[in-house]
């Protein structure tokens, strides 16, 4: 099936940092979205991304469909901003299911 | 409020107990799905239901149950077969499961369920 790697892992940032967070999956894929998990549990939609760019306040995403990454930007970071950023695809074809990454945990210290 | 509720928030269960975790969808979706998340790892796919009355299989499906007999409505059961079943359970929906590239889908707040 399709992988999907996020890096880094984990990520500390003083506030006020700029961050970038990788999203790379194994095959061409119909849909994919970032999601922000808070610390309790709750996951936020991000950006709905497949292709192209797109910006939401200090937050942006690319996603270079030909060469099979997405990546998050996050400006300015706050310490609202901690908590898991996941990346997830759903592959060309029809399947239906978003495969998700094991997503970076992002800690924003004050 | 339009959204996906989960309920309990938390959930025990004892040896040999069938639970039955609830989601409700006031969207007017047509998809939706179960996920299971372990400490630290991603979402995985249970089950899932495109329409009323139709469901099929994730990932990792073995000692769940589902029923999708409502649109607004798609209750999971742990069975007893499930030995591991702790783990935050997270429900979501999509506008529609047919369209992939209207797919995006919005989730719950969770059930957190534990083994007594």
């Known amino acids: 099936g399709i992988q999907v790697e996020q890096s880094p892992p984990d990520l500390i940032l003083q506030e006020g940092a700029n961050s970038t967070l990788r999203c790379n999956f194994s095959?061409?894929?119909?849909?994919l979205q970032w999601f922000h998990q808070n610390p309790w549990g709750q996951l936020i939609n991000l950006f709905y991304i497949p292709s192209g760019t797109k910006q939401n306040g200090r937050l942006s995403a690319t996603t270079v469909a030909t060469e099979r990454y997405s990546l998050l930007y996050i400006s300015s970071s706050q310490t609202t901003d901690s908590g898991v950023y996941f990346c997830?695809?759903?592959?060309?074809?029809?399947?239906?299911?978003?495969?998700f990454g094991k997503g970076t945990k992002l800690t924003v210290n004050p | 409020d339009g959204g996906i509720t989960q309920s309990p928030k938390y959930l025990f269960r004892k040896e040999g107990q069938n639970v039955t975790l609830s989601c409700e969808q006031n969207l007017n979706h047509d998809a939706m799905y179960w996920y299971r998340q372990d400490p630290g790892q991603g979402l995985r796919l249970i089950y899932y239901s495109q329409i009323v009355n139709d469901f099929q299989k994730g990932d990792i499906a073995e000692g769940y149950s589902v029923s999708r007999e409502k649109k607004e409505s798609f209750p999971l059961t742990v069975t007893s077969a499930q030995k591991n079943p702790t783990a935050f359970y997270l429900c979501?929906?999509?506008?529609?499961?047919?369209?992939?590239?209207?797919?995006?889908?919005?989730f719950g707040a969770g059930t957190r369920l534990s083994v007594l």
């Open positions: 997830a695809v759903e592959l060309q074809g029809g399947s239906e299911k978003l495969v």
């Open positions: 979501a929906s999509s506008i529609t499961g047919r369209i992939v590239a209207k797919n995006i889908q919005y």
């Open positions: 095959d061409s894929v119909n849909n």
